[in-house]
């Protein structure tokens, strides 16, 4: 099975085969015919097995026919909204929907609490196809009047048993009652509990069904590590790192395109070559800074995980998560770059005291713990974890208000020395899904 055998259209197409993408993964195989027959959708899938372009790719393509069907000139007005829990997953929803319809025509823009709404309005203003919002942020600017979601065509409801766990679930609702009574309706959660199963009854039409069951562990051949550190310490423990002759070449992980940039210049300023590679660069930045790196002429490829789907690197001897990903299973797509076809590989994580309720996510996934490296210059005091602590409470609090953001945690992970050079096993908490590490697919 390929794209080409789901009927997609060929700007779509072109796109896919541009990010390097050829064959889908199961929940696209079975849920993309149907969407495209213009059918509700009740999918039970984690984030990470390729979901959400299960619902972007159809959904770009239906919008593009219709904008096609009546010669459609008119002012731009939302004709999809996608509903998301977390700010980080808004964003990843946007870059996947430029990315794939870039040779569309169709905008988009993304809307989420804890930031300034100024260039978030402006592009409301200028008119956009699809949206993409947390809960909170768009009731805030429905009640401006920015927002009008009286055209909504297509409606998605992504994760919504974290919606649940956030307490979104009425914020839901009110902007249930707002949309447009025939519509298009996608539904997709983790897990089916009682509650989830009556919002789901009330939002979509003899839905279809569909159901896959993610890959959530990471292989034997790959050495796992975490080292605690300062979020300010980060580059110089990176750079303390890479004087280690073993690291041949480095795919290092940021959450975020201007952090890419950020390490890729730090590296290269002392004396290491590094290039980044995300959604803002050009086509042929990427694949020049890619084919660079698969030559061994750039020691240090900077990514974000969007830009890094396509990735594929024989003998990649080491990734280093420099930012824990907010999502457990995209710390499995991570890894899986190194210690492929029976090789072995590397894998290191860096962790800020803030980050540890990452951490805990990735462990309870995974089913083990990761061994921590206490043996080097620059790490985590009490101190640290304690006022993380306090200010990951405040931050779940100010979610609760307004927007999506980090999931909520506590202090850093207990462990026991295991003996092993340094190192020490943390604990695990919590569980999201997983995601497959095949480089080829979305």
Do not use: W
């Amino acid at each position: 099975m390929t794209f080409e055998n789901l009927n997609l259209i060929e700007p779509i197409l072109k796109a896919l085969k541009t990010e390097g993408y050829t064959t889908p993964t199961p929940i696209q195989e079975k849920s993309i015919p149907l969407i495209l027959q213009k059918k509700d959708l009740l999918g039970c899938a984690q984030t990470g097995t390729g979901k959400t372009a299960a619902f972007s790719i159809p959904i770009l393509q239906l919008l593009s026919e219709n904008k096609v069907q009546q010669h459609d000139r008119a002012p731009r007005r939302i004709k999809a909204l996608i509903l998301t829990p977390t700010r980080e997953l808004a964003l990843q929803i946007g870059e996947s929907l430029t990315a794939y319809g870039r040779h569309t025509g169709l905008k988009n823009t993304v809307i989420f609490g804890g930031v300034p709404q100024r260039a978030q309005t402006d592009a409301l203003r200028a008119g956009i196809d699809i949206l993409v919002a947390t809960p909170g942020r768009l009731l805030d600017l429905m009640a401006q009047k920015y927002v009008h979601l009286n055209s909504v065509e297509m409606f998605v409801l992504d994760e919504a048993d974290r919606m649940l766990d956030m307490g979104f679930l009425n914020d839901v609702r009110k902007v249930l009652k707002v949309l447009p009574e025939k519509k298009q309706s996608l539904f997709f959660s983790a897990t089916m509990a009682p509650e989830i199963l009556k919002l789901a009854n009330t939002i979509l039409v003899n839905p279809s069904q569909v159901e896959v069951t993610p890959i959530s562990s990471t292989v034997n051949t790959i050495t796992q590590a975490v080292y605690y550190v300062k979020k300010n310490d980060k580059k110089n423990l990176l750079l303390h790192l890479l004087k280690d002759g073993s690291i041949d070449r480095a795919l290092v992980f940021t959450r975020t395109k201007h952090g890419a940039d950020r390490v890729a210049r730090d590296m290269s300023k002392a004396g290491v070559q590094s290039e980044a590679i995300h959604g803002n660069k050009s086509q042929n930045a990427r694949v020049r800074a890619l084919d660079n790196f698969k030559k061994s002429q750039t020691r240090v490829l900077v990514a974000t995980d969007i830009a890094a789907r396509g990735i594929d690197v024989d003998d990649l001897s080491h990734v280093i998560n420099f930012e824990l990903p907010n999502e457990p299973e995209t710390y499995v797509h991570r890894i899986g770059r190194t210690g492929r076809a029976g090789a072995s590989g590397v894998a290191l994580s860096f962790c800020d005291a803030e980050e540890t309720p990452y951490l805990a996510s990735i462990q309870k996934l995974i089913s083990k713990s990761v061994p921590v490296v206490d043996n080097h210059p620059y790490p985590l005091t009490a101190k640290d974890f304690a006022e993380a602590a306090s200010t990951i409470k405040e931050q779940k609090q100010q979610r609760r208000g307004g927007g999506g953001g980090r999931p909520s945690g506590g202090n850093r992970p207990a462990g026991s020395r295991n003996g092993n050079g340094g190192q020490r096993s943390g604990d695990s908490r919590r569980s999201f899904g997983s995601r497959t590490s095949s480089p080829r697919t979305v």
